[in-house]
């Protein structure tokens, strides 16, 4: 299986693309502050989920890796409600990203509280 695979994944970079979309339309004066830190936050999702991945050989990096990729999931939340507060999104929008978001970290943590369920040798 490669990370790729992982249902986690593949819905934390929809979820990353997604944002992607909705941020092309915020203010150019967001463009190096909300802008930025909103689209790093989600992709960061991602990126942490296959270091964690590739670092399963090793039970307390996995898990070390998996909550960061849970903390950028939260960030990227918190980026969500100024956007929404600043008017730059869609209600319709924010409710989609933010469920996104809490079923992503969900899975997140699933895999946090199951590493032998992901190819992590973990002690009997």
């Not at 050989?57 to 909550?67: C, G, M």
């Not at 469920?99 to 369920?117: D, F, H, V």
Request: aromatic fraction near 12%; charge should be positive; hydrophobic fraction near 30%.
């Amino acid at each position: 299986m490669d990370f790729k695979d992982l249902l986690a994944y593949k819905k934390a970079f929809d979820l990353s693309m997604t944002i992607f979309d909705i941020s092309k339309s915020f203010p150019k004066e967001e463009t190096y502050s909300l802008t930025d830190q909103i689209r790093r936050s989600s992709r960061s999702v991602c990126a942490n989920i296959s270091e964690a991945y590739r670092k399963r050989r090793y039970p307390k990096h996995f898990i070390s890796k998996l909550t960061d990729a849970d903390g950028e999931n939260s960030e990227t939340s918190t980026w969500l409600d100024f956007a929404l507060a600043c008017k730059y999104i869609s209600s319709d929008d924010y409710s989609k990203c933010l469920a996104e978001g809490k079923e992503i970290g969900k899975l997140i943590n699933y895999m946090i509280n199951n590493p032998g369920k992901f190819g992590v040798k973990t002690e009997n």
